[in-house]
């Protein structure tokens, strides 16, 4: 039965042909389509107890099922995106991290979250680790050129004020904290590491001198 359903609903490959030196497949069909449920059930076939519709020796249920199956790792993957308005993709995917952690899935599924998102924590995470490898490759260079660690963790400590003034900034003029932003604070561990050895070479020098400590300070800054 099922063979003869489906010389119904598809085209049917009986041969090829060749035509001015080029062999194509010859496909027959029924001129009139199966576009519905009650097309189908009409449809008269050859039994042992005679000529029956479909709709006699069978029950035909509608289902719904995805026309594609992707996989991932042989699991199957359902991917759904959308297009994000504005350019703050971290609120925008925590709002939606909110909405699908509230559904009641079904046992069995994994959500997981790509695109910009993927790609913005990716990023976020691979400056993190250069500003780290930065600030080590300068403590180290600095304990080589001051022969000594206390003037290097005295220049760092400069540091510490890098996120509160970058941070502070983006909290003010309400920006999300973006690769551009971190970008930037990589960089300005640049410049406060800079401006701290030329205010600290300063002070030693006032104070080879003479002058007071205080006034040193005072002079360099």
Do not use: C, W
């Amino acid at each position: 039965m099922m063979s003869s359903l489906r010389e119904y609903v598809s085209a049917q490959t009986v041969g090829t042909y060749k035509l001015n030196g080029t062999e194509q497949a010859v496909e027959i069909s029924y001129d009139k389509k199966i576009s519905s449920k009650a097309d189908l059930e009409k449809i008269e076939l050859q039994t042992s107890k005679g000529i029956k519709k479909v709709s006699d020796i069978a029950t035909i249920e509608e289902v719904k099922v995805p026309t594609t199956l992707y996989h991932d790792n042989g699991k199957q993957l359902v991917k759904v995106s959308a297009l994000i308005k504005g350019n703050n993709t971290t609120k925008v995917t925590e709002a939606v991290k909110k909405d699908i952690n509230s559904l009641s899935l079904p046992k069995g599924v994994n959500v997981s979250y790509g695109g910009g998102f993927k790609m913005i924590s990716d990023g976020l995470t691979s400056i993190g680790v250069a500003m780290v490898a930065a600030v080590g490759l300068v403590f180290l260079v600095l304990a080589i050129t001051f022969s000594g660690v206390l003037t290097p963790v005295v220049i760092l400590s400069s540091l510490l004020f890098v996120p509160i003034g970058s941070l502070g900034g983006l909290l003010i003029s309400n920006q999300p904290l973006s690769m551009s932003a971190m970008i930037g604070m990589l960089m300005l561990i640049g410049v406060v590491v800079a401006n701290a050895i030329v205010l600290l070479d300063r002070v030693e020098t006032n104070r080879k001198q003479g002058l007071e400590l205080h006034e040193s300070i005072i002079e360099a800054s």
